[in-house]
């Protein structure tokens, strides 16, 4: 039986639950449940299907598409996965952890770090997010270019499919072959078909050293060609972000104690990360080698290597820091989108263009994980727009970003997900085939809808 401590009704409690992480889509739950085990979570999908009452989980409430945020009108419980933290196991003999769903991924960064391994996927919310709203929305980060997204990272899922029975692919097998993957069906599936309650994670050796250099390029052709020529010659990059100079302006203005890494002006940056599991390589030697290789072939404008620890988090800060200058600049719409790698660099400057063309006065760029074809595509307002911008052409801005980013082959999430804000865009935008079976597959292991409705599936 489901004990008092589960049961959530007080609405103070509550409360700091319902809104999404931005702010910005309010909903409400007349009850938040909290198991601290799988046997909990078991009986209260149970409860919930004979019911009919739909259940929304919830991690760390990070996510950038309103996933987790519950409907408005109260008709969905909150089924919040914090209270199961437990780190089950972590082997660095067979290179894995098995974490349960509400474990932070901080957490799980200090484990496998004693015991000299390192999961390596990481990003901005690490403090705050769980290992299972990253594997529901099959989050990225910024060592994806390497490493890859968590469908690459997870060996192995156990869930609360929506009948109440359990599917338990823990044992991380790296070779299994028996039809379809339920595994990576619920990876990036933000819920909709059933709980997660525990994940295997790859691990990889710890870090020994790691090089961070920022460099000044012409234009994200030569950002990517930059990438490109390092690649080639060493297999020690792994975080490449295009930092456009606009965006780097902005963090120098509203960022205190922020510094430009160079002297100059240059209208583009990419910062490099470099590291090394093996202690004898001298990491630092090798980038600024090939950087200085780089300048002398004219792919780079000029390089600076941080020089200690604390200026590598200073560079990396800068780059963290854009969304937060942007917003303390003023009203800013973000784009989450990719296109295929090598059209990237066109993309961006066709794409600023057109937008900027269409709605005079706003400023449009691109900045992120240029490596991954990945970039936020943001649109900010300008000094002379109206307080209300946001609000009364949002839309309209976000429509013609979503044409250009179809139009070019492109996914209008690339790493946030669907959830209950990109809704409307994917059922506009998606091919009818797509939808199709996203509804066949949602059908027919959730027939109740009791599994997060109203996001993702159009
Ligand atoms: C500062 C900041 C930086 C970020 N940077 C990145 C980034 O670089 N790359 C990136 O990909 N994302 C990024 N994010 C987004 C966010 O951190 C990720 O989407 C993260 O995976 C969400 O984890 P969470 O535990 O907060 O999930 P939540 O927000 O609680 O939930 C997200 C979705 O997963 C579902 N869900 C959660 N737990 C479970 C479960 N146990 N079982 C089934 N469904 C579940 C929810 O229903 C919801 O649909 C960032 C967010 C912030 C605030």
Not at 194 to 217: H, M, S, Y
Request: with cysteine; glycine share 10%.
């Amino acid at each position: 039986m489901i004990g008092p401590k589960v049961v959530i009704t007080d609405p103070t409690e509550i409360a700091p639950w319902v809104s999404d992480w931005r702010g910005r889509v309010h909903g409400s739950s007349p009850a938040m449940l909290a198991p601290s085990s799988t046997e909990e979570v078991v009986e209260i999908v149970r409860l919930a299907a004979e019911h009919r009452v739909p259940l929304v989980p919830q991690g760390g409430n990070t996510g950038m598409a309103a996933g987790a945020t519950p409907p408005a009108d109260g008709s969905a419980i909150l089924l919040s996965m914090r209270r199961m933290n437990r780190i089950r196991s972590v082997s660095a003999e067979n290179r894995l952890a098995v974490a349960e769903a509400g474990v932070i991924l901080a957490t799980l960064h200090d484990a496998a770090h004693e015991v000299g391994m390192r999961f390596p996927l990481t990003l901005g919310a690490r403090g705050s997010c769980t290992i299972g709203g990253l594997t529901s929305t099959n989050a990225g980060g910024t060592q994806v270019l390497k490493f890859g997204t968590m469908r690459a990272l997870v060996a192995g899922v156990e869930a609360v499919l929506p009948d109440g029975s359990v599917h338990d692919g823990l044992s991380g097998l790296k070779k299994d072959n028996r039809g379809y993957s339920l595994d990576q069906l619920l990876i990036g599936a933000e819920g909709t078909l059933g709980v997660v309650t525990a994940i295997a994670l790859r691990l990889v050796p710890a870090i020994a050293a790691r090089e961070v250099a920022w460099t000044g390029v012409e234009d994200p052709a030569k950002a990517l060609e930059l990438l490109r020529f390092l690649e080639a010659r060493t297999s020690s990059i792994e975080g490449f972000e295009l930092v456009p100079q606009d965006s780097l302006d902005l963090v120098l203005k509203h960022i205190p104690n922020s510094r430009s890494p160079l002297s100059g002006k240059h209208q583009w940056h990419a910062l490099v990360e470099a590291t090394t599991a093996d202690p004898h390589v001298d990491i630092a030697a090798e980038l600024e080698r090939l950087l200085a290789a780089a300048l002398q072939q004219g792919i780079i404008s000029d390089a600076v290597l941080a020089a200690n620890e604390t200026q590598a988090d200073a560079f990396w800060k800068l780059r963290d820091s854009i969304s937060e200058a942007e917003r303390a600049e003023g009203q800013t719409l973000a784009h989450d989108i990719s296109v295929p790698v090598a059209d990237m660099p066109a993309f961006i400057l066709d794409a600023a263009a057109k937008v900027e063309a269409a709605f005079p006065g706003v400023i449009a760029s691109g900045f992120g994980h240029l490596g991954d074809g990945n970039i936020h595509f943001h649109v900010r307002a300008g000094s002379h727009a109206a307080p209300d911008w946001y609000g009364s052409e949002g839309e309209k801005v976000t429509r013609m970003v979503d044409d250009l980013v179809t139009a070019a082959g492109g996914s209008i999430s690339a790493e946030h997900g669907i959830g209950q804000l990109k809704r409307a865009e994917f059922a506009r935008l998606a091919p009818p085939g797509r939808i199709h079976a996203l509804r066949a597959i949602k059908h027919a292991l959730d027939p109740l809808g009791i599994m997060n409705p109203g996001k993702l599936i159009p």
